[in-house]
């Protein structure tokens, strides 16, 4: 079985198979289905190993899995990886993943997969202020894209992120038009880049509002027990909040376990959708993570290609309305 008998199958030319097998993405989608339901009636298997040294290309690309947290925004990169497999699967590439303790260890482990697997390219996640990771793989011209934006120089390099303040924002302007006034945030020190754009919408959606919300602000480390913590601290000042928005569905798990044991009435929304927060009802704000995930392929396999497409890609969040707001 070969391509000759494919493209004969398909009624196509053998580089349309070609193309079809090592840059789908050049291809019209229906010519690709076509190429794709032939190569599947015929069960042609290319030849990796020949396909490697005619491109020059291992078809392999690598993305760190995170460590193990609460089990609850964990959640958040496993739906993001299913669909990077997925994707980069349809374009003719396989994932690797690997584990890192650090920004050092995962630096030293992309030395050691360069020279043990010569990869085509890394997908980064968790970007944040003065990485280190992208610019060690710039410096060495070795392809990349981040899940994330660049936050200290955002043309630098490809990006795929997610709005983060639009989804704060989204959440408090939902508080605001039910009637809530004194609405607070519970978030993580400042310094990271998700974490202080994500407060952003909040303030300006505040400020926007003509509130005056700096004494509803709480910071700390992202989890239940810290959310909890913090959310009964605000319940006892002098002027309560009557709804809170927060950075994580942890933080929030934990602010809605202090509103319901303190009996107090007070609205409550979190942040990444989990299915901790389907399971209890509460309200959230969703991540676009399939698309994220196509998108950073797309961006990828145009790098590798030579034909880059638009390398900033900025994905909406959505609002998903439970119980608790």
């Known amino acids: 079985m070969t391509i000759a008998t494919v493209a004969r199958h398909a009624q196509v030319s053998r580089q349309t198979v070609s193309n079809v097998l090592n840059a789908p993405h050049i291809v019209r989608e229906d010519t690709r289905r076509r190429v794709q339901e032939a190569i599947t009636a015929l069960g042609y298997r290319a030849n990796q190993a020949a396909r490697q040294m005619r491109t020059g290309r291992s078809r392999l690309i690598a993305v760190r899995i995170e460590p193990t947290r609460d089990g609850i925004n964990g959640s958040v990169l496993d739906r993001f990886l299913h669909g990077l497999t997925e994707t980069a699967d349809a374009a003719g590439y396989r994932v690797m993943l690997y584990t890192a ?5 995962e630096i030293a482990t992309y030395d050691d997969l360069l020279g043990a697997y010569d990869l085509d390219a890394f997908v980064l996640t968790g970007t944040k202020h003065g ?13 990349f894209v981040t899940f994330g934006r660049p936050w200290d120089a955002p043309e630098s390099h490809p990006w795929v992120d997610v709005d983060n303040a639009d989804g704060t924002a989204q959440a408090t302007r939902r508080l605001l038009d039910t009637g809530h006034r004194r609405i607070a945030f519970i978030g993580w020190p400042t310094g990271s880049g998700v974490g202080d754009d994500r407060h952003t919408g909040w303030r300006t959606t505040m400020a926007a509002a003509g509130i005056d919300a700096a004494d509803l602000r709480r910071s700390t480390e992202d989890g239940i027990a810290a959310g909890e913590r913090e959310m009964r601290a605000l319940l006892t ?3 309560p909040p009557t709804a809170v928005v927060c950075a994580s569905d942890s933080l929030a798990l ?3 376990q202090a509103v319901r044991d303190t009996g ?3 609205a409550v929304i979190g942040f990444d ?3 901790v927060a389907a399971a209890v009802g509460l309200t959230s704000v969703s991540q676009p993570l399939a698309a994220a995930a196509a998108r950073c392929v797309e961006l990828l396999t ?3 290609d030579g034909q880059p497409t638009n390398p900033h890609v900025l994905l909406q969040p ?3 309305l439970r119980h608790t707001a």
């Open 254 to 256: 934990g602010a809605l």
């Open 273 to 275: 959708d989990t299915p």
């Open 302 to 304: 145009g790098v590798l």
């Open 318 to 320: 959505a609002l998903v």
């Open 131 to 143: 990485d280190p990771r992208t610019a060690w793989l710039a410096g060495r011209e070795v392809p």
């Open 264 to 266: 107090t009435p007070a």
């Open 101 to 105: 303790g650090d920004d050092n260890q």
């Open 237 to 239: 000042t002098a002027e």
